[in-house]
């Protein structure tokens, strides 16, 4: 009988306004010194200051770290760590979308256990904890307010290091959907289909659990509908709730089972192209699935029937066909471009390949694919993702 660990954050505040209980989650934990890790537009923006005068008001001494970057590198990492032991803190708060909650991750590790982040990639595993991580998520896409992972760029190789372990887990996550209404239609079309690909790919995962099945096909079921909702009305509250939930959901789902292939591909994209990761990931999800689809038949085509784009006596490969068109037609309707649309020079792509595949099939993801490739298939994938 195969036992399946599943790991959540401690505490979970999900609702409208939830990010107004922060004071209250440090007085639970007992934890009362943040540093709150935060980027500059959510400074500028007055979303840092509208979270943290509810700490003022509770007289929570606090510091600001809020110069984090876009897909976090080594070097904005660092700087975190530096400006957490400049201070006396006992927990790190993760206030933004992926990259300032990833890069919150890195610090609270470091913070107690030293050395490089290279030293901590995968397939090294850290379960240790570091400093508690509370994460207040402002996008429905990378789920990192539930999982044990982050990501970090290996700005000397181009490399993105996937991490993972317990020690990224945040013990809480406050989940205010009323932060996503400021999203731009970019930002929500990539982290819907970020979080839409979690739950796809936790599902058909060759590491997939009873426990992630349940929540990946919850996860669908709030995102199809609701992603094309808010890309073309962004004050739609009732969708932007079903996309911060969904988001979740799939975090959780794939942090308790994992990613697989179309993820293993775009991190490369991502980090030698400088391709936001919601959008890497929808460039190539239409291939990728196409290509994985016959060595788990079933398991797309249960997916496209939770998405609601098959019916339930449709045959499994009708449904997979169905799935197929549904997001091919979702990538028109968000308008995502492909790498040569985007800008990506096409001689450094092909030159990039043979080093793309390396380093997607060293982060261990595409060995959870229900197909797994080796790097000739990864290549012609590529290719493929280049002319489509």
């Known amino acids: 009988m195969t036992i399946a660990a599943i790991a959540l954050p401690r505490l979970l505040h999900v609702g409208g306004g939830a990010s107004g209980r922060l004071p209250e989650v440090l007085a639970t934990l007992g934890l009362s010194r943040p540093l709150i890790v935060t980027d500059p537009w959510l400074l500028e923006s007055g979303a840092v200051g509208r979270l943290v005068s509810g700490l003022d008001s509770a007289g929570i ?12 590198t080594v070097a904005s990492v660092q700087a975190g760590l530096g400006c957490l032991n400049a201070g006396d803190h006992d927990c790190v708060v993760g206030f933004g979308g992926g990259s300032p909650i990833d890069t ?6 470091l913070a107690r256990h030293g050395g490089a982040m290279a030293d901590y990639k ?21 789920g990192s307010e539930a999982t044990r992972f982050t990501i970090i760029t290996d700005e000397s190789t181009d490399e993105k290091m996937l991490c993972a372990g317990l020690a990224y887990l945040p013990i809480a ?58 890309y073309a009305d962004p004050g ?43 959008l890497s990931n929808a460039m190539l999800l239409p291939a990728v699935t196409r290509w994985s689809a016959p060595a788990a038949l079933g398991r797309y085509a249960a997916c496209a029937r939770t998405m609601g784009v098959a019916d339930d006596g449709e045959g499994d490969q ?19 471009p492909g790498p ?40 012609e994938l590529f290719a493929e993702v280049w002319a489509s």
């Open 122 to 142: 995968a397939p090294h595993v850290q379960d240790a904890p570091g400093l508690p991580i509370i994460a207040i998520p402002t996008t429905a896409g990378t």
């Open 318 to 336: 009708l449904a997979v066909a169905r799935l197929l068109e549904e997001l091919a037609a979702l990538n028109r309707d968000l308008a995502v």
């Open 340 to 379: 040569a649309a985007w800008g990506i020079d096409a001689d450094r792509w092909h030159v990039l390949v043979p080093t793309m595949c390396a380093q997607a099939a060293a982060s261990g993801s595409p060995a959870n694919n229900p197909r797994v490739p080796d790097a000739d298939a990864m290549a």
């Open 61 to 72: 001494a606090h510091r600001l770290f809020a110069d984090t970057v876009p897909d976090p």
């Open 236 to 278: 739609d509250g009732p969708a932007r709730e079903a996309m911060m939930l969904g988001a979740t959901q799939a975090g959780i789902a794939f942090s308790n089972s994992s990613v697989a292939l179309v993820h293993g591909m775009s991190r490369p994209i991502g980090a030698h192209f400088q391709v936001p990761h919601g």
């Open 104 to 109: 919150a991750k890195a610090i609270a590790l």
């Open 173 to 230: 996550a406050l989940v205010d959907y009323e932060l996503t209404f400021s999203m731009p239609a970019r930002l929500t079309a990539d982290t819907g289909i970020d979080s839409l690909t979690h739950a796809i790919e936790a599902f058909v995962s060759r590491r997939a659990n009873p426990f992630s099945d349940g929540i990946a096909l919850l996860a669908m079921r709030a995102i199809s509908p609701n992603l094309r909702r808010v």
